[in-house]
Antibody, heavy 119, light 107 residues
Framework: QVQLQESGPGLVKPSETLSLTCTVS?????????WVWIRQPPGRGLEWIGS???????YYNPSLKSRLTMSVDTPRNQFSLKLSSVTAADTAVYYC????????????WGQGSLVTVSS | DIQLTQSPSSLSASVGDRVTITCQAN??????LNWYQQRPGEAPKLLIY???NLDTGVPSRFSGGGSGTDFTFTISSLQPEDVATYYCQQYDNLPLTFGPGTKVDIK
């Protein structure tokens, strides 16, 4: 059974870098899936952040691209997200997900991690 | 960016009712549309991919259809466990985008 679990700080100061890791269990991270980050501001809808495949293929949302870095750590079966220069607008529940292609469908999801940007 | 609109934004129906949600794209997206269910406090769950294909294990009371710019999502007989927000998502063009969601409640 494939499981995803987000981890990282729940509170980040404005202008700093938000860092999250997603640990994948029950599936080898280099077996052919794309790994995805999606976020949801409190009480609002879903926003695709980006998709990555084995550190060789990345697709970023243009609205976040200048601040975004995604990477895969194959030995640890993890992938990560770094979002720099955060503001309160980046406060959201961040979900990691998996999909057979860079564009979805997103058929495996983590439970989500709330990240609040505040001083 | 491709914009998706969903109608209605919320609805309340009785157990056993047929419920239909529409998703409209501001340009043609072939059948490159997925539907997700998000129960309160949970992560989204894939229900339908490629506009009309039911994901594995999803009850057959859920169905989807449409192509181009207009899509529908139907629950043939609403159940209490279907209380959730439903989102459409297009993958015809980057960035991938979601609709604003339709909240479904039991009357």
């Amino acid at each position: 059974q494939v499981q995803l679990q987000e981890s990282g700080p729940g509170l980040v100061k404005p202008s700093e870098t938000l860092s999250l890791t997603c640990t994948v269990s029950g599936y080898s991270i280099n077996r052919g899936y794309y790994w995805v980050w999606i976020r949801q501001p409190p009480g609002r809808g879903l926003e695709w952040i980006g998709s990555i495949y084995q550190n060789a293929d990345t697709y970023y949302n243009p609205s976040l691209k200048s601040r975004l870095t995604m990477s895969v750590d194959t030995p640890r079966n993890q992938f990560s997200l770094k979002l720099s220069s955060v503001t309160a607008a980046d406060t959201a529940v961040y979900y990691c997900a998996g999909s057979p292609g860079y564009s979805g469908p997103f058929d495996y999801w983590g439970q989500g991690s709330l990240v609040t940007v505040s001083s | 960016d491709i914009q998706l609109t969903q109608s209605p934004s919320s609805l309340s129906a009785s157990v056993g009712d047929r419920v239909t949600i529409t998703c409209q794209a501001n340009q043609g997206i072939n059948n490159f549309l997925n539907w997700y269910q998000q129960r309160p406090g949970e992560a989204p769950k894939l229900l339908i991919y490629d506009a009309s294909n039911l994901d594995t294990g999803v009850p057959s009371r859920f169905s989807g259809g449409g192509s181009g710019t207009d899509f529908t999502f139907t629950i043939s007989s609403l159940q209490p466990e279907d209380v959730a927000t439903y989102y459409c998502q297009q993958y015809d063009n980057l960035p991938l985008t979601f609709g604003p969601g339709t909240k479904v409640d039991i009357k």
